[in-house]
């Protein structure tokens, strides 16, 4: 980077860590600390979803994902709008009746205190791990970008940011993203402008979108049938967005501290409400924009030069002298390939209507093109490369060889900024649920106002460093939005399942699901690795499903069998 980068990347991040500290005028108790003495407003409710919600993965590897996988991605989001409304019904004015300062505090006073253990030592777990990618994330990119040591980057990564949220608090976290969104988004809508204008001359963003089209990127509803039978292993479709989308978001929304814990800093349950409202508003639309940043990409890339493969500083580290005579060949076959693909593209975009055979001369160069990544990635999985899945080096290779002096520094901190607003949320979100669900119920002498305060920036030091080691170790975790996702819906369902329970299923006792959702979770575990293994085949998503539906079914069927079986008892 240039001496301009580094002065915009430094100012940009110490500006937003002191700016954070500024506001965060919490007072010296946990109301203050986690739920920011109840004083926010609807606006700021939703910048802290939203925010949360859209880490730096969600802008290093959504384009990345478009670009190898096209636009059906979106689909993931189609059940949350329902899943808001839901929210905003049963969870919300239950969470504001209560007064509570985690979700599951509920849960101890509708079944017992071992289900609300369970529940929250769940999130705790799923939250712990998937804040470990979070901050791997953009750790990514200082390795990529300058070469330096992932595992020292991973420390300093997290330790910044561990440093104004263990200080401000809910307050620290909550006025950080506000601003941290605000440049987020101007920089990345200057960086969609500026790829198409360096397109070809007289193409326009229509063309960008020709383009993905004749890649068949532009399948942004799939049905998810394929030769008649409905593929339950096919991620992103229709079905598994509607279904699987919605039970997913019902339980991140509805149950997972890390997102209650912004919306029960609303001053009022009117607030509350707007702000997840306006979320299942602007959430669709958005992640669609994200993507077509790497729609915008694929068609930049069709003119000018790319890489076969885009980490390339994996590349680098291969030094098998076949392997890179291997290499090369294919590189200058890649080259040849994409010279080709430029001139069928520029007849596509100039005709009109594409003749059928224009259109196939055009395909058959990009099957080809995609047979040598393929041939490529094998050589270097031969030669030791241990991840060749480059889906998240796509967007930073854009950035790091491209992008004009200054922008540079821009993009970089926007991705920070954005790794930051996840994290400081989600550990703030864990050392609520650990304080207010472990340590306060099982202390041996009630805490007074100054400990609990003192033991919560503790609580989230130690959360910290525990992401820290995570993170350590989430290198080989291939698209990493793809992997919080599977991460989170190892333990959503049975989550859901349990509050549907709570919600819906009143004679069910606290023994009973508290039993139930430990089969569950077995069950779930035992389906994904069946899955992961390739011996069944069952998409991530329906995981939450299967979860919900389990916790839910199982507790009333037995609930059903004891009292039928007593009843019969007492008749005899």
């Known amino acids: ?59 290093i590897s959504a384009p990345g994902q478009a670009f190898t996988d ?22 919300v004015p239950k969470f504001q009746q209560l007064n509570v300062y985690t979700a599951y505090e509920y849960l101890e006073q509708r079944f017992n205190k071992n289900t609300r253990t369970f529940t929250a030592f769940l999130f705790l777990l799923g939250r712990g791990l998937s804040t470990g990618v979070s901050i791997y994330a953009p750790s990514l990119i200082l390795s990529s970008l300058f070469g330096w040591n992932i595992f020292v980057t991973n420390c300093i990564m997290g330790g910044i940011v561990i440093i104004y949220t263990v200080s401000g608090g809910a307050k620290a976290v909550a006025y950080t993203q506000q601003l941290q969104l605000l440049i987020i988004f101007s920089g990345l809508a200057y960086c969609g402008y500026y790829l198409v204008s360096h397109l070809p001359e007289n193409y326009s963003f229509n063309h960008s979108l020709r383009i993905a089209g004749l890649h068949e990127k532009m399948n942004i509803i799939t049905t998810g049938v394929s030769n008649g039978t409905f593929q339950w292993k096919d991620k992103y479709n229709i079905v598994s967005g509607l279904v699987g989308g919605f039970f997913l ?12 814990g912004r919306y029960l800093s609303g001053k009022n349950i009117r607030e509350t409400k707007l702000g997840l409202l306006m979320n299942g508003v602007v959430k669709i639309p958005m992640q669609l924009g994200i993507l077509l940043l790497g729609i915008l990409l694929l068609a930049y890339y069709q003119f000018a030069p790319q890489p076969i493969f885009y980490n390339t500083a994996a590349v680098s580290n291969v ?57 490529y990635k094998q050589i270097l999985t031969n030669a030791g490369v241990a991840d060749t899945n480059d889906t998240n080096y796509i967007f930073l290779h854009f950035i790091k060889t491209t992008l004009p002096s200054g922008l540079v520094g821009l993009l970089i901190a926007i991705i920070f900024l954005a790794a930051w607003g996840s994290i400081a949320a989600a550990l703030n ?18 805490l007074s106002e100054k400990q609990e305060y003192v033991y919560a920036k503790w609580i989230t030091l130690a959360w910290g460093i525990f992401c820290v080691i995570v993170a350590q170790f989430s290198s080989a975790l291939g698209s990493l939005i793809e992997a919080v996702n599977i991460l989170g819906s190892l333990f959503y369902g049975v989550i859901l399942g349990i509050f549907l329970v709570a919600f819906m299923a009143p004679k069910v006792t606290g023994k009973t699901v508290f039993t139930v959702a430990l089969i569950s979770e077995f069950i779930v575990v035992l389906l994904f690795t069946l899955d992961y293994n390739g011996i069944i085949g069952l ?26 079986g007593k009843t019969l008892s007492l008749r005899s």
């Open 1 to 59: 980077m240039s001496t301009l980068d580094w002065y915009i990347l430094a100012i940009t991040l110490v500006g937003i860590v002191l700016y954070g500290l500024y506001k965060s005028t919490a007072t010296k108790n946990i109301d203050g600390y986690f739920r920011g003495n109840q004083s926010m407003p609807w606006y700021l409710v939703l910048l802290g979803i939203v925010g949360t919600q859209a880490s730096a993965i969600t802008f």
């Open 70 to 91: 096209g636009m059906r991605f979106v689909q993931y989001y189609f059940g949350l709008p329902l899943a808001m409304i839901v929210i905003c019904i049963f969870f």
């Open 249 to 260: 978001a019902l339980s991140y929304f509805g149950t997972d501290q890390s997102q209650v």
């Open 319 to 375: 030094t098998d002298t076949a392997a890179l005579k291997q290499l090369w060949r294919i590189e200058k076959s890649f080259g040849a390939n994409q010279q080709l693909l430029a001139e069928e593209t520029h007849h596509f975009v100039a005709t009109s209507d594409a003749t059928p055979s224009n259109t196939e001369q055009a395909r058959a160069l990009i099957a080809e093109q995609q047979t040598l990544r393929k041939q």
């Open 429 to 446: 979100a864990l050392a609520s649920s650990t304080l207010v669900d472990f340590v306060v119920p099982f202390s041996s002498a009630p």
């Open 539 to 564: 998409g991530f998503l329906w995981l939450n499903v299967v979860g919900a539906l389990l916790v839910y079914i199982l507790s009333l069927a037995y609930t059903l069998i004891t009292k039928s």
